[in-house]
């Protein structure tokens, strides 16, 4: 367990502020001069109850949605919504894995680089075969439609497509949550593998406190609209199924935990 480094961010989040407008006309706050700091190549977890603002901070970062208030700075440089150089940076992978129905499996995956037009037809071939290789689909479930697959291979699908424009930052909004805990484990290990040999910067949400722990290497715990807390992760040992059963994991799940439940309010959890 190690504090916040100290080190100049990759990524910040400076007092962002947003409201949306209910259906009674009156504006209800989401986020309240919200501020995070990612360092580069690292995994950060946003971890909360529902409504706290995870999902919003996610898409303030990708250029999604305007905040009221407040910037997001990457590299030093002040993004912008309209500027396609920053959003170029970037791939999100939804809860939903949001694949074409009508596209197969290889088809979806080449959408992104279809959509940007500057590379080779055989070298996004070459890139689309590269990533369902890694993401552990075969061949022959290549040409196959999302409705033939399980949850867990449109969720592989989904983040083979992301990864096919090799993104600085990878954005994930709960991908794993509907997944049984085995099948999320393995993906947990697959997002590990992928986040070291691509040395992509990942902002991740999640409800799920031991998903947290296994894949963090800063948990932002928020609450309120805010940052409440941060607690950075270090492990010794390799982040593999025997770390889940050690005694520094539990010890830093209980830290966590208690965290967690100390900054959130039950008006927070009956939202």
Same mark, same amino acid.
């Given at each position: 367990?190690?504090?916040?480094?100290?080190?100049?961010?990759?990524?910040?989040?400076?007092?962002?502020?947003?409201?949306?407008?209910?259906?009674?006309?009156?504006?209800? =706050?989401?986020?309240?001069?919200? +501020?995070?700091?990612?360092?580069?190549?690292?995994?950060?977890?946003?971890?909360?109850?529902?409504?706290?603002?995870?999902?919003?901070?996610?898409?303030?970062?990708?250029?999604?949605?305007?905040?009221?208030?407040?910037?997001?700075?990457? $590299?030093?440089?002040?993004?912008?919504?309209? #500027?396609?150089?920053?959003?170029?940076?970037?791939?999100?992978?939804?809860?939903?894995?949001?694949?074409? =129905?009508?596209?197969?499996?290889? @088809?979806?995956?080449?959408? =992104?680089? @279809?959509?940007?037009?500057?590379?080779?037809?055989?070298?996004?071939?070459?890139?689309?075969?590269?990533?369902? +290789?890694?993401? $552990?689909?075969?061949?022959?479930?290549?040409?196959?439609? =999302?409705?033939?697959?399980?949850?867990?291979?449109?969720?592989?699908?989904?983040?083979?497509?992301?990864?096919?424009?090799?993104?600085?930052?990878?954005?994930?909004?709960?991908?794993?949550?509907?997944?049984?805990?085995?099948?999320?484990?393995?993906?947990?290990?697959?997002?590990?593998?992928?986040?070291?040999? @691509?040395?992509?910067?990942?902002?991740?949400?999640?409800? +799920?406190?031991? @998903?947290?722990?296994?894949?963090?290497?800063?948990?932002?715990?928020?609450?309120?609209?805010?940052?409440?807390?941060?607690?950075?992760? #270090?492990?010794?040992?390799?982040?593999?199924?025997?770390?889940?059963?050690?005694?520094?994991?539990?010890?830093?799940?209980?830290?966590?935990?208690?965290?967690?439940? #100390?900054?959130?309010?039950?008006? %927070?959890? %009956?939202?």
């Amino acid at each position: 367990m190690k504090s916040e480094s100290e080190h100049e961010s990759f990524l910040k989040c400076r007092e962002i502020s947003v409201a949306f407008r209910s259906k009674n006309g009156k504006k209800q =706050p989401v986020l309240t001069s919200f +501020n995070l700091d990612i360092q580069k190549a690292s995994i950060t977890t946003l971890l909360g109850p529902s409504g706290c603002g995870k999902s919003t901070v996610l898409r303030i970062v990708a250029g999604l949605l305007v905040p009221d208030s407040g910037v997001v700075i990457v $590299g030093g440089r002040e993004s912008l919504n309209t #500027d396609a150089s920053y959003r170029s940076k970037m791939s999100f992978v939804f809860q939903e894995s949001a694949l074409l =129905p009508w596209r197969s499996v290889l @088809e979806n995956v080449r959408l =992104p680089l @279809e959509l940007r037009a500057d590379k080779p037809k055989s070298e996004i071939a070459d890139v689309c075969q590269h990533w369902l +290789n890694q993401v $552990g689909l075969a061949p022959n479930d290549w040409q196959k439609r =999302p409705s033939q697959l399980s949850g867990g291979m449109k969720m592989r699908v989904s983040i083979a497509r992301a990864m096919t424009t090799a993104p600085e930052i990878l954005l994930m909004d709960e991908p794993f949550a509907a997944l049984d805990d085995v099948l999320r484990s393995r993906l947990n290990d697959l997002l590990l593998k992928i986040a070291k040999n @691509e040395k992509c910067t990942v902002l991740f949400v999640t409800h +799920n406190i031991a @998903e947290a722990v296994y894949l963090s290497n800063s948990i932002t715990i928020m609450a309120n609209g805010r940052n409440s807390s941060t607690i950075g992760v #270090d492990f010794m040992a390799p982040r593999d199924a025997a770390l889940r059963s050690s005694q520094v994991f539990i010890d830093v799940y209980g830290e966590v935990s208690r965290t967690l439940f #100390d900054s959130v309010s039950e008006r %927070d959890t %009956d939202r």
